[in-house]
Each structure stands twice: as C-alpha cells, then as structure tokens.
C-alpha cells in the first residue's frame, strides 16, 4: 500500500481560494508564490503545460504568468494553452508572462536596442478620465522605482487594454484590461527593490481577483485538522521524528488531528549531531505530550552505507531503511497504517517531478522505496520553512523547538563526502559541535539559517610542532536564506572564523585544515550532497 498523495496537505485540495503561478521558468516562480501567500491567499506553482483543462478543473480564483528566461520570439519558448483566456480567470503577467499575454492577446513584442536591468525608473500615464494607474497602480506616486530584467518589450498592449505606466525603453511598462481580466507588468513587483511591488500583486488579488484574503496559519490547522480526520479515519499512525522542526510541527499537527492515534517514533540512525538523541526525547518529551518510542538503529544504518559514495545512492539506502525500520517497529504500534512525513513544499518541489529534474532525492520525498506498507500523511506539504515554523507556534510549540536550525533527514551521511563510517561520524560530531557552539558564543545564530560543519574525504599536508601531518580537512559551511529555496553564504566574522578553524584543527584527532565554503544557492546546494 503506497499512497504519496498530498491528501492532507491543506491548500493542494482546493479547500482555499487559490492563485496558480504558471512558472515560465524564472528564478522567481517560488518567489511570487510566497508574495501571494504574504497577501492571504493560498498559491500554488504550476508548469506552462498545464492545460486550460486542468486549470479549469482546479478551479483557482486567479492565475500569474512569471517571467523567463526565453524569448517569445524563438522557437520553442514556452507557451500556454490559449483556452485559459476563455476561462474567465483574471491572469497577471510578469515580464516574460506579460509578453506572453500581449503576443497571444493582439499585441505586439518588439526587441528594443537595449534590455533594461535593475533599478529604472516608471511614470504612470494619465486615462482619458484624468486619473492614472488604474486598477494595479493606482495610488501609487506618478514617478517610481521598479526592478527590470528584459531585452524584449512589449510594444502594444493587447486588444482594448489600457496602458499604465512607461519607462524611458519600455512604452508598455503595465497595462490592464479589467473587463477581460488581463493585467501585465513588464518590471518584477515579487522583489524587494520594487519598491510598490507587494502593493501590485495585492491589487491584483484584491481588486482583479475579488480575493478577501483570509488563508493564515488558524486556517490551515483548521482545514488540515479536518483533512487528516478524514484520511486517517480510526487507524493508528506514526511519526517518524528527526530532531527537525518540520517532523516536530507536523507530528503536533497531526496529534492535535487524531490524539493518541497517534505515536512518535525517534529512530537513532547513529547520524545524528552530538547528542542529539538525547536532546529531542527530553525536549519532546516536555513540551508535546504524545506518545513517543525510541529506536536504537546505528548498526542497520552503518551496515546498509558499507562501500556507498554516491550521493542519490546514500540518500536512497537512508530512506530505505527508515521505512524499514518503521515497518518492523509496527508490531509495538498497534499495527499503524499511516506514516507521517514533515515533507515541505521545497522538497516536493526538489525531489523534482514531470517538469522538474532532480535535484536531491530528499529522503522523506525521492528516496523512499516503492513498495512501503504505510499510507502517507504529509500535512505540510504545501508549505514553505517559515510558514511552518509559524503553523508550529500557532500550534503552542516552543520557540526551542520551531526556531531550531533545519537538519536533513540522512542527518551527517550528506555532510561526510564518501563512505560514512562511525569513526567518520564521530569526526564530523566533534567539529560540527565547535562549529554551532563558536556560532552561538558570537551571538549569531539567529541570523543563520544552516551552521555545520562538512567532511571531505581528501588529506593534505600540513604541520603541527615539528611533525607532518597527513590529515583531513573540515568546511565550514554556514548560510543565511529565507526558505532554504535560494541560500547566500553567511558573512561570518573572520575572527569567529578564526576560533573556529584553530579549535577543530587543535581539538578534532585527524583534521589538521579547515575551509570556509563562499558558495551561494544556487549554484551550490546548502548540503554537499
Ligand atoms: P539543499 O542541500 O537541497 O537543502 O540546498 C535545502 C534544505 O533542505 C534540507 N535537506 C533535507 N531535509 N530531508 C530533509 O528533511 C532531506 O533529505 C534533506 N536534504 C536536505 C537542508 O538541510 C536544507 O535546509
């Protein structure tokens, strides 16, 4: 019995007012998404191939065209059905989708002799009725900043739309026709150096999508309270938890759901951060009030990583064997049916799918195996990090554990490059530990998203006294991000950095280096594996 469905994710059920970003390939896509989210309306990311049939069929209150790399001139740029302008949707396009609505709505994309990028500045041009700005714009100051990022450009709006608003390269810098429900914005109202852009989109799902906006965390414990009750029924279910926020608030979710249906399960995969076991049973134990049994499985995860280096094979054992050690914890867990997953939109999104390529099989997504006795419930997923971390505090749960660094599900296998072993593991324990301690003396850890440290399985020379050392080196890896979908690397202090790297060289047996990873996302990942 394999059920991956998202049957109790609220938000996919269509239980809330939904916009669709139709993601033409920008590096934006998720970025609008959360915007929409922002304004309190649920948002989803779709690809250009979806039909006018499908998005009919889910029946969303409204729909964005992001932008894109393309341009809507070669062969081959991604295009959308036309039957969605029958829909009677109101439909937002954003650069690349704005010169998608134009060109397939009788305007014109011309190239002008120069893209324009970043800071420009917009007019709004007045209406024949003397006012400006119409239905997107309106309110706004005459003269403003907007972000741009083009060559092409729209020429001519489409049929019967008004023109809003020009740059000095870009004539039709919005335009808007309210009786169709189009609207276009050439410059890109989801980035922070658009000054007005949160006020654009929360026009366009106020005003052109007649959306009130109520979908806050209250609601989504209420739908997903009422989802999970139906999924689950009487049966029982388990929740694996790894010491993450993301299995902490989807297990309070779920508790708060069925009740004593519901037991936890902390498997101790002997890759866990020092101490780590320790600190989640007495934490959890404190603060959630559920049921929760303890597995002691270092030994089957040791023996399953003999002789794997490959990443996606790591990830795949690992995710195996959680699965299997579920299965046989069963017995003590009166034959539960359903197994709970923390699985946030991002690691749908990563683990890939018909239109996306893979970037990481997440163990709770990509890397389970394909025959699992359970159901799956995975209440979280359609959400983003900080909108659980939000659900968890809603839910009554401390900022100990909502505000904890996330920690991946293979725990240290994806942060040991090459075959894991337990003296590796021990390793990697110690310096990690340095690493987020030195962090925390300095006072930084609220401005980090992710601190570790990494092993890589490479030796370099060095000395130490008088002797030659032959030793490993550990990277420091530490980034800032706001949803672990793009990631900067933390500008950490160099003595901080200092401290760090002469602990774990004088401290750690066998490191005698230690390299700080200036790597951002993309095109690095936050994990090395
Ligand atoms: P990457 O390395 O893909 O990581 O940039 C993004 C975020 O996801 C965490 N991560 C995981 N979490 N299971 C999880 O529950 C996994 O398999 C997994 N892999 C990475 C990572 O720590 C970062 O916060």
């Known amino acids: 019995m394999k059920s991956a469905s998202a049957a109790s994710a609220p938000g996919g059920d269509g239980a809330f007012d939904t916009v669709l970003v139709v993601d033409f390939g920008a590096q934006y896509a998720q970025l609008i998404a959360r915007r929409v989210r922002e304004a309190g309306v649920y948002s989803e990311i779709v690809p250009p191939s979806i039909g006018a049939d499908e998005i009919a069929r889910r029946a969303p209150s409204g729909l964005i065209f992001s932008g894109g790399p393309a341009s809507v001139h070669v062969d081959g740029a991604p295009s959308i059905d036309p039957g969605v302008y029958d829909l009677g949707l109101p439909i937002l396009g954003i650069c690349y989708g704005a010169q998608l609505i134009a060109q397939q709505n009788g305007g014109t994309v011309g190239r002008t002799d120069r893209g324009e ?73 989801e980035v922070v150096h658009t000054p007005h852009g949160q006020h654009v989109i929360q026009q366009f799902i106020h005003e052109g999508c007649g959306l009130v906006g109520d979908w806050n965390m209250s609601s989504v414990i209420d739908s997903a309270v009422e989802l999970i009750r139906t999924q689950v029924g009487d049966a029982n279910a388990i929740c694996g938890l790894s010491g993450g926020v993301d299995s902490a608030v989807a297990a309070a979710l779920v508790h708060r759901a069925i009740g004593d249906q519901l037991t936890c399960v902390f498997v101790d995969t002997g890759l866990m951060r020092l101490d780590e076991g320790t600190q989640v049973i007495e934490t959890f134990g404190r603060h959630m009030g559920i049921r929760l049994i303890s597995v002691d499985a270092g030994e089957r995860f040791f023996a399953a990583l003999v ?71 995975e209440p979280l997923r359609s959400l983003f990090k900080d909108e659980v971390r939000r659900l968890g505090s809603e839910l009554g749960l401390p900022d100990e554990i909502v505000l904890r660094q996330p920690f991946p599900g293979p725990g240290l296998a994806v942060r040991i490059i090459g075959e894991v072993t337990p003296e590796k593991v021990a390793t990697l324990q110690h310096a990690d530990h340095i690493v987020r301690e030195e962090l925390r003396r300095a006072g930084l850890e609220g401005e980090i998203w992710q601190s570790f440290a990494v092993l890589a399985d490479i030796r370099s020379v060095g000395v130490m006294g008088d002797e030659r050392t032959y030793g490993h080196p550990i990277i420091i890896r530490a980034v800032t991000s706001e949803d672990a979908m793009t990631a900067d690397w933390a500008r950490i202090p160099y003595d901080v950095l200092e401290t760090m790297s002469s602990r774990v060289i004088n401290e750690v047996p066998g490191i005698n280096r230690v390299a700080y990873d200036i790597t951002s996302k993309p095109p690095g990942t936050i994990e090395w594996e």
């Open 307 to 377: 002789g794997v280096t490959e990443p996606e094979a790591k990830r795949k054992a690992i995710g195996e064997l959680f699965i299997r050690v579920f299965e046989d914890a069963k017995a003590e867990l009166d034959d539960a049916a359903f197994l709970v997953q923390g699985t946030l939109y991002p690691d749908v999104i990563e683990s890939g799918n018909e239109h996306a390529a893979t970037i990481k099989s997440h163990h709770n997504v990509g890397g389970l195996p394909d025959d699992i006795d359970f159901a799956l419930v």
């Open 117 to 189: 990028y970043g800071r420009t500045s917009m007019s709004l041009l007045a209406a024949g009725d003397g006012t400006s700005g119409g239905c997107l714009l309106g309110g706004l100051p005459s003269e403003q900043t907007v972000w741009m990022s083009h060559f092409d450009a729209i020429v001519e709006a489409p049929n019967d739309a008004l023109v809003l608003a020009a740059t000095s390269d870009a004539p039709v810098a919005a335009f808007e026709d309210r009786r169709r429900g189009l609207y276009g914005v050439q410059f890109h109202p």
